[in-house]
Structure formats: C-alpha cells, structure tokens
C-alpha cells in the first residue's frame, strides 16, 4: 500500500517535470553531473529562469547540489536516487571502451574501473592526471569487501591509456575542471580526504550505482 505522503512526493515530481525545460534539464544529468551555467549553455535557458528551474527540482527531490573540490566557486548538479528510480534509464550505443578518470588514479576511478569489469564485457582503463606512487589502501579494503581485488593495480597517467576513442568519465571534480576534451562528469567526492571507511563505503556506493545504471543504459552491454 502506497503512503499518502509518497503520492504526494510522487505528484510534486510529475509536477515539475511537466515543464519541457526541467525535463530537458534532468535528460542532461541522465548519466552526468553538470553546473547550472553547463546546463543553461546547452539548453540556451538565461541563467535566472535555470535557477528557478534548478528550485523547482530541488524542492522536488529530483535533483541535489554539490560544491565542487575543484573550484569551489562551482556547484555541481546531479541527479537523485529518487529521480533515477522514476525516470530509469536511457538507451545508448555502446562505446568500444570506457576510461575512468580522477587526478590520482588511486581511489574512485581504480574502483569504477575494477566495478565495471564485473557487470559488462566492454573493456575498461583508468588513469589520472597527476598519479599517485599507489593504489590508496582505503581503497583496496573497500574494494576487498565487495569481491574487488585491488592488490596488483597500479596508478597509471591518463596519457598513457587514453587512445581518443574511448567514452571517457571524470569521476572527481578537478579532473574534469582539468580537460579540455569535457568528458562525462561524475561529482563523487574524494574518501582520501577523510581517509575514512564511511567515506571509501559512500565513495563505492556512489561508484557502484552510477556503473550499474550507465551498463543498463548501453545497448548489448
């Protein structure tokens, strides 16, 4: 039995998604985090009416901010758990490779490269902009507790394994601050900052769902 307060939750969200523009806008952030002056950019919405749009959302539960470790003066835009539930997946044709990339090539994007390789048979690389000498050990444990083994990885640069052909993924701010090429965005905060389990634990769920419903997404993936 359905909740009075759900139906309500539920209503308020088919409200705000009812405008053209808000649904366009949560179309972007399908498998990409994005700030406001992106989406206004691409959807050629005048900044003050995207920030009444962003409100709506926000109030709706679809979307939620989060500050930049970048450039702290930017605020990313993603989407709910919420939202995806209610929206699903897109479909898309499938890339010939996937590359995760952060600045370190220690943490987020070793363990979305290992994640990603138990759920799809496109092939997939890491790198960073600036590597680290080794794999952080938060996120071999977090990964040794989730059936991934971490323990022969290996930060390596970016330069080295991208060829141009790959459907690339910043999975930390200053990574994707960083290109020039502005590959998909994942605003995932980094768990070395608080060198914390809670932190590697959210850092992996974070990973963790964003992969399983980008595979969904890709056609015979």
Do not use: K
Not at 17 to 25: E, F, N, V, Y
Not at 71 to 93: E, M, W
Not at 210 to 215: D, E, F, K, N, V
């Amino acid at each position: 039995m359905v909740s009075t307060s759900s139906v309500a939750d539920r209503a308020r969200a088919y409200a705000a998604l009812g405008d053209p523009s808000r649904l366009a806008i949560v179309d972007l952030l399908a498998n990409a985090d994005l700030a406001s002056g992106e989406l206004s950019d691409r959807l050629g919405i005048p900044t003050n009416l995207m920030a009444h749009h962003l409100r709506v959302l926000e109030e709706a539960g679809l979307i939620q901010r989060r500050r930049s470790e970048g450039d702290a003066r930017r605020s990313y835009i993603t989407r709910t758990h919420g939202c995806h539930q209610l929206l699903g997946a897109r479909r898309q044709a499938p890339p010939s490779t996937v590359a995760f990339v952060c600045s370190q090539n220690s943490a987020r994007s070793q363990l979305a490269e290992c994640f990603w390789r138990t759920i799809s048979d496109i092939p997939a690389v890491s790198g960073g902009t600036h590597p680290a000498r080794r794999v952080h050990p938060g996120a071999v444990t977090v990964g040794r507790r989730h059936g991934l083994d971490l323990s022969a990885a290996r930060p390596r640069l970016a330069a080295d394994v991208l060829s141009g052909d790959e459907l690339v993924i910043a999975v930390c701010d200053r990574a994707y601050e960083q290109s020039r090429s502005r590959p998909l965005h994942w605003s995932i905060p980094d768990p070395a900052r608080a060198a914390s389990d809670d932190a590697f634990e959210r850092a992996y769920d974070d990973i963790a769902g964003r992969i399983t419903r980008l595979a969904a997404s890709l056609e015979h993936s």
